[in-house]
């Protein structure tokens, strides 16, 4: 079964600040993979597909890279509304989520 | 644009069966995948499966023996049933539109705001 890993769990940082997490999957996976932002109470939001294609609305402050079986979200410059949980998600086979990183303040 | 809303019990009783709808506004069911995804209190996402207007489906294969999924097109509804629930059942239930996006992806957006079924006696 394809497995999704994240890193890290979670992290604290600070508006302005350089942020990456990274994604691993078990199997090559191609570009199918997708990042979401979910806050407290909220459903997630789709921000990224195709490993780094922007959805309409989310700004170019946040970058996704990678393929095959390695990925990164990136905010080049972190947002007050950035601090949240982000999971991402294959798509090439079924759905499978990764476990989650959750981005506080510090 | 397209709006999704869960709608169904809150409280399901352990062995019976949890049943939902996912009412669809603002665009035909007949064109995409739909999906449903469940996250237990403070956890993580679990993708559950997706149904096709054919009535193709796709589940998780966790979860597969227990899960059906199915749609109403007259009604824009489509549903999800998981039978022999038990506490580890209690989540967030949320339904969500898989997307094929350019210029290449597949993604889950919309999402509806999701509903909490809790298993308990």
């Known amino acids: 079964d394809l497995q999704m890993t994240q890193s890290p769990s979670s992290l604290s940082a600070s508006v302005g600040d350089r942020v990456t997490i990274t994604c691993r999957a078990s199997q090559n996976i191609h570009i199918y993979l997708n990042w979401y932002q979910q806050k407290p109470g909220k459903a997630p939001k789709l921000l990224i597909f195709g490993a780094s294609s922007l959805q309409s609305g989310v700004p170019s402050t946040i970058i996704g890279t990678g393929s095959g079986t390695d990925f990164n979200l990136t905010f080049t410059s972190l947002e007050p509304e950035d601090f949240a949980t982000y999971y991402c998600q294959e798509s090439s086979t079924t759905g499978t989520f990764g476990p989650g990183t959750k981005v506080e303040m510090k | 644009q397209v709006q999704l809303q869960e709608s169904g019990p809150g409280l399901v009783r352990p062995s019976g069966t949890l049943s939902l709808t996912c009412t669809v506004s603002g665009g035909p069911i007949s064109s995409d995948y739909w999906s449903w995804i469940r996250q237990p209190p403070g956890k993580g996402l679990e993708w559950i499966g997706y149904v096709f207007y054919t009535g193709s489906t796709n589940y998780n294969p966790a979860l597969k023996s227990r899960v059906t999924m199915s749609m109403d097109m007259s009604k824009n509804q489509f549903f999800l049933q998981l039978t022999s629930v038990t506490a580890a059942d209690t989540a967030i239930y949320y339904c969500?539109?898989?997307?094929?996006?350019?210029?290449?992806?597949?993604?889950?957006?919309?999402w509806g705001q999701g509903t909490l079924v809790i298993v308990s006696s």
């Open positions: 969500a539109r898989r997307l094929r996006l350019r210029p290449i992806g597949i993604g889950l957006d919309p």
